[in-house]
């Protein structure tokens, strides 16, 4: 009987100490992924609140930034006007070349170059820009004079067909009257050159 009972003490032993081991084991694994989580939603509260920082960072800049162009309108005006004017200059500068090279491969000498947004009539007043020609410019191109006057209608026919879209607006000639001009030669006003701009 006793040696029932102490087998059956030795047993409980054996049975209570892996239990507990079981226990412990449980218990570490446990405390082990509570720890993990917690250092994991610790990591996402931190990147959360960095994100919420830094946004409101970019809005306070934007807000700065939109105040600022508000007290700097006139600034602001006067930098979009030398973006179009280097804009425009660079395309005057396109139009100048193609008529110096349509002028020398006709034989005629350019002296002056005058852009304008609008037309002029024969007696110099402005005339209002036709509906649809929101991009046009004009130049008044004036000649070396007297002209022969083949020489002059050549330079007339190169403008005409051109690849820079040109077109002869305004044109007033007339006889050469000095002594030294050559025969077939005529002067010729400033001429008025349409050019269609992007």
Do not use: C, W
């Amino acid at each position: 009987m006793n040696d029932f009972l102490a087998k059956n003490a030795q047993r409980f032993r054996v049975t209570l100490i892996v239990a507990l081991t079981f226990a412990v084991i449980i218990a570490t694994t446990l405390v082990v992924l509570a720890v993990q989580y917690s250092e994991n939603y610790a990591d996402e509260v931190k990147q959360t609140v960095y994100d919420a920082n830094t946004s409101q960072d970019k809005i306070n800049t934007i807000t700065n930034l939109s105040q600022q162009l508000a007290k700097n309108q006139t600034s602001v005006a006067h930098v979009e006007k030398i973006v179009a004017d280097s804009k425009s200059y660079a395309y005057q500068d396109l139009i100048i070349n193609d008529l110096r090279t349509m002028a020398d491969k006709a034989g005629v000498k350019i002296t002056s170059f005058d852009f304008s947004d609008t037309a002029t009539t024969a007696d110099g007043k402005p005339v209002a820009k036709p509906t649809g020609s929101l991009h046009t410019k004009f130049v008044n191109v004036t000649l070396d004079n007297p002209v022969k006057y083949t020489s002059f209608l050549n330079f007339l026919h190169y403008i005409e067909l051109n690849n820079t879209k040109m077109q002869i607006s305004n044109i007033t000639i007339s006889a050469a009257t000095e002594d030294d001009a050559p025969a077939g030669s005529i002067t010729s006003e400033a001429l008025e050159i349409e050019v269609y701009v992007k």
